[in-house]
């Protein structure tokens, strides 16, 4: 089912192989995205995030499955709804 695929690093602009392998445990997963970053540039900004101790800014938003209000690491736009955690892996287990 699943081939070796070349994709192009958004950062670098080299290419690299998303194997079947990674292939497999994204599905398993349940991600619905390819990398877009090559395994140097991914370690690089995963390293990049951990130098600022780790702290995210939150924002407040309301659930759009049962209404709490809720804090998420991202600006909300209003284009898309927003889960609280409780809410968002029920979705996310539940194959919703």
């Known amino acids: 089912m699943f081939q070796d695929k070349t994709l192009v690093c958004k ?14 445990f994204y599905a ?11 395994k140097a540039c991914r370690s690089t900004r995963k390293a990049q995030r951990g130098a600022g101790g780790g702290i ?17 690491p991202f600006q909300p736009t209003g284009d898309r709804p927003v889960y609280c955690r409780e ?8 194959g919703r």
């Open 87 to 94: 809410c968002f892996q029920n979705r996310r287990f539940n």
């Open 56 to 72: 995210r800014q939150m924002h407040k938003a309301v659930c759009a499955e049962c209404g709490a209000e809720c804090e998420v």
């Open 11 to 24: 950062d670098c602009g080299e290419e690299f192989i998303f194997t079947v392998g990674e292939q497999e």
């Open 28 to 38: 398993e997963k349940g991600f619905e995205n390819e990398p877009t970053r090559c």
